[in-house]
């Protein structure tokens, strides 16, 4: 069964993953976003979990529009911030929480937190 | 020249080359692909991407008319020859730019990005110029990359139609129309050809745009605002700012665009998120994840051609494996309702598409009476919650089963437990926090509380929850910074959010849901009282 992961998906869980780091960091680039995903969606994908990683302007509006109070989304600089006030624990809450043991392992793989300079 | 009579325009002038082409299998295949999902609630909404492709070419050819007034006045260093062709190509993408569209239209457009994992590349390959394929795979691809129907869409044309194309070049134009892939050059050219490319594909108001709007208002009988089409199109125009080149409207044509924007607004708020059509797209698109799961290769490009591909099907019949092999062409609706129906009978959920006797009804009825049970006796901070524990909740149980299941029963509710202790004993070998693993014991409180609920009305511990985006207007876009009014008495352009006195949305939660239910005879349900179990759930101390 395939499960459609989101822009919104990977800036949560990545941002999460900065955060909880011993060098908290609250902003990912778009490039990291990339890299982050193509990791989560091949270990999804090797444990015959199938996975596709959309990402669309409509994608993109829809996290504008549904999750403003969250990320700041910045087109110049092509990163994506956690707003001033959110913390990793209202991420978990959010977005964190609708994963399963099996997605919650492929975002936190060593591979895919080594893309984010997760040691 | 072929003239089609038409409800919204009167007649439709197709000329010979578009006849060709609308008289092929391909584009022939769009009268199988209903423009909405609306039709569970608004029976006469039959229309379908065939009309909608003409639809749209009919005022592409306006608009882009109307635009080339511009070019009298000054050539922007375009050739008379070199502006036929671009005029050609945009009239082209204008009747094309949906012939990729899924089955279902934008329900199943997210299987093409499962079954076609390398959709850009497929793309890239057929359009075959350096400088788009640097466009497609930039960084910020991530962020304004196109629909999956519109790659497809361009990549089905492209193949089906090359006479079309005299070089990469003519190709590259026409697939940046479909997709919304802009030049963004300093080049003034190709600034032009940018706002060009905008007339069909916008994020604030375009001919795609505007043709639903009306269309879709029109065969459902929703017809609440004025749309003066002419007064639009003949405000379409250039206008040079700060060494830049915009797509922009003369002030005639702002009231139009409001009205545009308002009729949208009110086909989101009012249509878009009435409860039957969520609850029906969520069916459908259960139906569809079955299908894609048991039939490999139904949503690849192949399946979209005339030629058509093997498709190889195993699923469970009575406890065993069935493999069998199908040849499948022209996907469209019928082929997907003809498989839901005949191999997924026993699939109570799919069930529901085919028979309303059998189908849930939601608990509250709409945004409103949702706002009503809950907005103002919870917090802006408790009502957040609750929108999100619900929201993730929907999405964890599609995960949970063997098979597609979005069902809160009995069944899940083992699962959901299951799920803890794994958690845990991940948790323990230090593979996950313990925040992380707290996370569960939310969606089994709640499922909890669903049990309790139906025990307490009397009705069987069967839910479905819907998450549905609250209403935002279009009117607080972002992209509202970029859409120019040109006002040439003054001489002088301005953004419509500094001009337009409209009323702006309040920034507010952006998601609600819906919690869908069986009837059971005799059995009236005390919605207050099931929103008072729910809120009071999000005070109990764990």
Known sequence: MCKFIGIEDLAANALIELLDASAPMRKVTFRQLIDYGNVVIKILNDESLSAVAIYSKDRTESLIRNYSDFFDVNFDEETISLCEGKTAEDLRIHFRSMLTIDWLLAFRNKLALKVLGIK | ?542
């Open chain 2, 1 to 542: 020249m072929k003239r089609i009579k038409d409800p919204i325009y009167g007649y439709i002038e197709i000329d010979d080359d578009a006849v060709k082409i609308i008289d092929t299998a391909s584009f022939q295949r769009l009268r199988n692909i209903v423009q909405t999902s609306y039709v569970s609630l608004y029976p006469a909404s039959h229309h379908n991407r065939f009309i909608h492709s003409l639809g749209v070419y009919h005022l592409g050819k306006k608009a882009i008319r109307t635009l080339l007034r511009s070019f009298k006045c000054k050539p922007y260093g375009f050739t008379d020859d070199e502006l036929n062709k671009y005029v050609r190509l945009f009239e082209f993408a204008c009747l094309l730019h949906d012939v990729g569209h899924a089955p279902f239209s934008h329900t199943g457009e997210n299987f093409y990005f499962q079954a076609n994992s390398n959709l850009k590349e497929l793309l890239c390959d057929c359009v075959k110029d350096k400088a788009f394929e640097e466009t497609v795979f930039a960084k910020n691809s991530i962020v304004k990359q196109a629909a999956a129907h519109e790659m497809m869409s361009a990549i089905v044309a492209i193949n089906t139609f090359p006479r079309i194309f005299r070089n990469k070049k003519d190709k590259e134009f026409f697939a940046r129309c479909i997709t919304g892939y802009l030049y963004n050059s300093v080049d003034k050219k190709y600034k032009i050809l940018d706002c060009i490319i905008q007339l069909l594909n916008s994020s604030i108001i375009d001919m795609d745009r505007l043709d639903y709007v009306i269309r879709d208002a029109q065969t459902i009988g929703f017809n609440n605002v004025a749309i003066d089409i002419e007064r639009l199109i003949s405000g379409i125009c250039i206008i040079e700012r700060d060494n830049n080149i915009l797509l922009g409207y003369d002030k005639s044509a702002l009231s139009v665009i409001e009205n545009v924007i308002f009729a949208h607004d009110s086909e989101k708020k009012w249509i878009q998120n009435h409860p039957t059509i969520l609850y029906e797209h969520n069916i459908l698109q259960h139906g569809m994840r079955c299908i894609n799961r048991d039939y490999s290769k139904l949503f690849t490009y192949q399946a979209l051609t005339q030629e058509g591909i093997a498709v190889e099907i195993k699923r469970e019949l009575d406890g065993t494996i069935v493999n069998d092999n199908r040849h499948i062409a022209l996907v469209a609706d019928n082929d997907i309702t003809y498989i839901m129906k005949y191999d997924y009978s026993d699939d109570l959920l799919i069930g529901e598409y085919f028979s309303r006797e059998k189908r849930r009804h939601p608990i509250w009825k709409s945004e409103a009476e949702y706002r009503a049970l809950f907005d103002s006796d919870l917090g802006e901070e408790k009502l957040a919650l609750l929108e999100s524990s619900f929201s993730s909740l929907e999405k964890f149980i599609e995960d949970l089963h063997v098979f597609p299941c979005p069902i809160i029963n009995n069944e899940t509710l083992a699962l959901v437990e299951q799920q803890e202790k794994e958690f845990k004993e991940k948790e323990k070998l230090g593979l996950i926090s313990d925040k992380d693993s707290k996370l569960v014991s939310n969606h089994l409180k709640w499922i909890r509380l669903l049990q309790n609920i139906a025990n307490e009305n009397g009705i069987p511990f069967n839910f479905v929850i819907v998450t549905a985006n609250k209403f935002q207007s279009g009117f607080i876009k972002p992209d509202l910074d970029k859409l120019y009014i040109d006002f040439p008495n003054l001489g002088l352009s301005r953004p419509i959010k500094k001009v337009s006195t409209i009323l702006t949305a309040s920034k507010d939660r952006e998601q609600f849901f819906y919690l869908f239910c069986y009837a059971k005879e005799g059995v009236k349900l005390n919605r207050v009282k099931i929103a008072d179990m729910i809120k009071a759930e999000l005070f109990t101390t764990d």
